[in-house]
Structure formats: structure tokens, C-alpha cells
């Protein structure tokens, strides 16, 4: 008799320890599963936070390009056109003649009306109300900045202008440069080998 009351406090031992454990595991499971979701939302926040930043950048640069001809590898040039750049409002009227042997000849007069600023166009506060040019360079939520490159290569023959703008510290710790796919390597819009201003998260 005594030895069943030993097996049966046993066993009443063991599925209590059994059961503190199978516990103690559900919460170290939820925790993680809580932990992940937490962590995947935070990097979403964050991303999401330097697609916008970039995308300024891009702007930037293809109103800096339209003005100058080329892009700037030069924060300080670029936050300069942003600043007190100014965009030349042009009219443009086609005049077609007809020859007196019936051939058309077309010649196209351009009348400058006047100037707006680059800031009032391109990040007026009511397409970007948190605009802040000093931090434009700054990685958010990173001690960084952007790493921005700009220059003229050949293609075919052609002189053409490229540049690349990238985060050199992603938010996301899985975003390497050596992952093969575009959309995984860190965040960046642009190429140094081919005329695009594309983003690898579009």
C-alpha cells in the first residue's frame, strides 16, 4: 500500500514539475512569437520612414538635374537648390509654315513667364508637412547618413548621367548588399550602371 501512495506521490511529483514546464515554455513561446511581431512592426515603421526620406532625395535630384543638367554627388549643393533654387516657368508655342513647294516647317518660341522656388514646388508643406531640410541627409532613426553618388558614364556611345542614393544602415538587419535580388539588398533608388531613378522597394 505504502508503495502505491510512493508511486502515485511520484507520479502526482512528476506531472506537477511536468506541468510548470509545458507552462513556462507556452509563455517563453509567446513571448517570442509577441517579440516577433513586434520586431516586424518596427522594421515596417522604420522602412516605411526611410522609402519616404528617399523619395525626397529622388525629387530633389530630378529637379536639381532638370535645372542643371546633371545630378550632384554633394549634400551641400543639393540642400543649397532646395533652398533657394528657383524652376523657370516656360511657355511653349509651335508655329507650322507651309513652304511654297507644300513641305511644313515647324520652329517652337519659348517665352519665359517668370520663376518659382523649388521649395514651394517640389516640398510645399502640403505634399510634405514634416519637411525638414537640415535632416534630409539622416538616415532615420540611425546615427547615418545616406550615401549618395553621382556621375556620367557611357552607354552605347552616349555620354548619360546616373545616380544612386542608398541607406548604409538598414533597418532591417536581413537587407545585405550581397542578397542577390534588388529588393532585398538595403533600401535605394537609382543605379551606377543604368539610367534609372527606380526604388528597390517599388
Request: glycine share 4%.
Amino acid at each position: 500500500m505504502q508503495k502505491i501512495e510512493s508511486r502515485m506521490e511520484k507520479t502526482k511529483i512528476i506531472s506537477i514539475v511536468f506541468f510548470i514546464i509545458s507552462l513556462l515554455l507556452a509563455a517563453y513561446l509567446g513571448k517570442s512569437i509577441f517579440t516577433s511581431i513586434d520586431q516586424a512592426e518596427s522594421i515596417e515603421r522604420g522602412e516605411k520612414a526611410v522609402i519616404q526620406k528617399l523619395s525626397m532625395i529622388r525629387e530633389a535630384q530630378i529637379a536639381y538635374q532638370s535645372v542643371n543638367g546633371n545630378y550632384t554627388s554633394d549634400w551641400d549643393k543639393l540642400k543649397s537648390f532646395i533652398d533657394t533654387g528657383k524652376f523657370y516657368l516656360v511657355d511653349r508655342v509651335e508655329h507650322i509654315i507651309t513652304l511654297d513647294y507644300g513641305a511644313d516647317s515647324v520652329y517652337v518660341e519659348f517665352d519665359t513667364l517668370g520663376t518659382v522656388l523649388v521649395k514651394d514646388s517640389v516640398f510645399s508643406a502640403k505634399k510634405y508637412p514634416k519637411f525638414n531640410l537640415e535632416t534630409l541627409s539622416k538616415v532615420p532613426g540611425k546615427d547615418a547618413e545616406f550615401e549618395m553618388w553621382a556621375d556620367e558614364i557611357e552607354k552605347s556611345g552616349v555620354k548619360i548621367d546616373v545616380v544612386e542614393v542608398k541607406n548604409p544602415a538598414p533597418i532591417d538587419p536581413a537587407r545585405k548588399e550581397e542578397n542577390e535580388a534588388r529588393t532585398r539588398k538595403p533600401l535605394r533608388f537609382g543605379s551606377r550602371t543604368n539610367v534609372t531613378t527606380a526604388g528597390n522597394w517599388e
